[in-house]
């Protein structure tokens, strides 16, 4: 029997579905151990999976009805790239980013993230 792999895209949309029900341990699932967050020029942010663990801990907590989604999303290897959307609340503010996943052995090792100016 063959065993299917999953695409750089759909583990990048299996986060962004965890992200949305808001569970913490599903979404670090989908993260390597050693995973960094970056700012575009490269800056690390987040330095492994504890403070990703924090961080999403305290977002879900202050908005609990936090949701984010891919506007556009278009992947080369292993890297896939994502216009999201993230919404506070229902109707309320929308703050909008490039999503920049690397993705190695089936995890997101990298993440680098902008937001417009």
């Known amino acids: 029997m063959r065993v299917r ?3 750089p895209s759909e583990i990048v949309q ?5 992200y949305n029900a808001r569970d ?10 050693d995973c960094a967050f970056m700012d575009l020029a490269g800056n690390v942010t987040l330095g492994d999976r504890a403070a990703v663990r ?3 801990g305290k977002t879900f907590a202050q908005h609990p009805q936090n949701r984010a989604w891919s506007a556009n999303r278009f992947s ?4 896939v790239v994502d216009h999201e959307i993230i919404e506070r609340e229902p109707g309320g503010e929308r703050i909008e980013s490039a999503a920049i996943y690397v993705v190695k052995d089936g995890k997101i090792a990298r993440l680098l993230m902008g937001r417009p100016d």
Not at 24 to 33: K, M, N, R, T
């Open 54 to 56: 924090a961080l999403f």
């Open 14 to 18: 299996a986060q962004l579905d965890a």
């Open 24 to 33: 913490v341990e599903l979404l670090l699932s989908f993260y390597a151990d």
């Open 76 to 79: 080369v290897g292993n890297i």
């Open 5 to 7: 792999t999953i695409s």
